[in-house]
């Protein structure tokens, strides 16, 4: 009896031994799975960098009297607006303000000139004298005009392109002594000079209007020929800051 006992009991234990050992083997594969990732999270994106703010083009301002405002003609047909489209179309970006007045001295250049300041031209083209030898004002008035507004400019920041001026031979030494004054006060304040703006111009009959003095659209095709180069230079010159920043 106690073998049939035994043997009954060992006949229970082992069926359930079996079925723990069945659940057991079940569940570790089952927690294995829980511990195994579904899938690997995708790494946080970087953020796209900011795109680098956009330079604006040069801005080159002409500060001029009726010779450069085109007196008798279009705006679109002065000098400063020809440069600007040639320049623009041949892919040299620049911005282009004809700040010239009819009538405009000296003088009257340097008691606008901080307005124009204000706008932060990169590079001034000066362009004035003509109207002071007509009216035949003093040189020592031209002279310091056109220093003071030279000075200015370049404590600004702006690069300045001074433009040659001369008047009729008939005013005597006068006239002489007016054109001198360009290439001394630019080599002593150093800056470019276009030696004559009116240079295969002026005294043309058939390239100027009928008041002898102001160009045609022609004749203003071939005024830009003339300042186009030393504009050009004066563009590919880096800014006085610049300068500065490189010489420390």
């Known amino acids: 009896m106690w073998r049939k006992l035994a043997t009954l009991a060992l006949a229970l234990v082992i069926p359930s031994l079996a079925a723990c050992g069945a659940q057991a083997s079940d569940e570790a594969p089952r927690e294995a799975r829980r511990a195994v990732p579904v899938s690997n999270p995708a790494p946080a994106a970087h953020p796209a960098p900011a795109p680098a703010p956009a330079v604006a083009p040069p801005l080159v301002v002409f500060l001029g009297d009726s010779l450069t405002a085109g007196l008798g003609l279009d705006e679109s047909q002065a000098y400063p607006a020809l440069l600007d489209r040639q320049l623009n179309q041949e892919g040299k970006a620049v911005r282009v303000v004809n700040a010239g007045v009819s009538g405009d001295t000296t003088a009257g250049g340097l008691s606008r000139l901080n307005w124009l300041l204000g706008q932060h031209p990169d590079v001034l083209v000066v362009g004035l004298g003509a109207n002071d030898g007509l009216r035949g004002l003093p ?110």
């Open 139 to 248: 040189l020592t008035e031209v002279e310091s005009n056109l220093r003071a507004i030279i000075r200015q400019s370049q404590a600004a920041g702006a690069r300045v392109l001074l433009l040659g001026m001369r008047i009729p031979p008939n005013y005597g030494p006068y006239a002489d002594q007016l054109a001198a004054l360009y290439p001394k006060i630019a080599k002593d304040m150093d800056v470019p000079l276009v030696p004559f703006l009116l240079d295969k111009v002026g005294g043309i009959r058939s390239l100027n209007q009928a008041d002898g003095i102001h160009p045609t659209a022609k004749g203003q095709e071939i005024v830009a020929r003339n300042v186009r180069p030393y504009l050009e230079k004066v563009l590919a010159e880096k800014p006085a800051s610049q300068k500065a920043a490189g010489a420390r």
